[in-house]
């Protein structure tokens, strides 16, 4: 069956650091993989998503980033977060009509 | 672009209560997806409907897809305290790649 991982669970970080959140799929191959993010109480934003190796679509202009080194591995990163990069990020996979997500990673900049 | 609307944006019930929310689009959607987020959770799939007039059950939970594939409804029976949580529903865009969510409805449950 299909599993996917998001680490770490929460993450304490002071404004202008480096952000690295990984995300890994298993059981399944060539999977479009996707970054969310939920405000406290809100909806889910679509940040990005990827339908193979190297192939990343960007949603909204921000200062994050994301990229597929490799077939079921998806990272979403930032050279130096914000105050307003805090949030709840999810991970989700899917294929074609289903989506299922990750526990998701809580992120404070302080 | 595609739109998902829910409704109630949030609701209180008593436990024991029966639960009813809905999903609306302007435009049809072939696949209607149904999750629950706990809190602090990432959201889980609940049910999955592939047919206009299809209704599935999955437990004390029961989703439809409308006719018009431009809606779909969510009821839960008999509701308990760990029914509590947003639901979301969801369908895959026109372009096979991305989802739609909806916003959500916050259900609480009293005591």
């Known amino acids: 069956s299909q599993t996917i991982h998001q680490w770490p669970a929460t993450l304490v970080q002071p404004v202008g650091s480096p952000l690295s959140l990984e995300c890994t799929v298993e059981?399944?191959?060539?999977?479009?993989l996707y970054w969310y993010r939920q405000a406290a109480g809100r909806g889910l934003q679509l940040l990005f998503y990827?339908?193979?190796?190297?192939?990343i679509s960007s949603e909204v202009p921000q200062n994050l980033s994301a990229s597929r080194p490799q077939d079921r591995q998806f990272i979403l990163s930032s050279k130096k977060l914000l105050l307003s990069d805090s949030g709840f990020y999810l991970c989700?996979?899917?294929?074609?009509?289903?989506?299922?997500f990750g526990q998701g990673t809580r992120l404070t900049v302080v | 672009g595609q739109q998902l609307n829910q409704s109630p944006q949030s609701m209180f019930i008593q436990e024991g209560e029966d639960v009813s929310m809905n999903c609306t689009s302007s435009?049809?959607?072939?696949?209607w997806l149904w999750y629950k987020q706990d809190p602090g959770e990432g959201p889980v799939l609940l049910i999955a409907?592939?047919?206009?007039?299809e209704l599935t059950s999955n437990g004390r939970l029961t989703a439809q897809f409308g006719i018009t594939r431009k809606d779909s409804f969510l009821n839960i029976s008999a509701s308990i305290p760990s029914d509590v949580g947003i639901y979301f529903c969801?369908?895959?865009?026109?372009?096979?790649?991305?989802?739609?969510f909806g916003p959500g409805t916050r259900l609480s449950v009293l005591p």
């Open positions: 989700a996979w899917g294929q074609n009509t289903e989506a299922f």
């Open positions: 059981g399944t191959s060539n999977p479009n």
């Open positions: 990827s339908v193979g190796i190297g192939q």
């Open positions: 435009s049809i959607f072939n696949t």
């Open positions: 409907l592939y047919k206009a007039g």
């Open positions: 969801a369908g895959p865009d026109n372009y096979g790649q991305n989802f739609v």
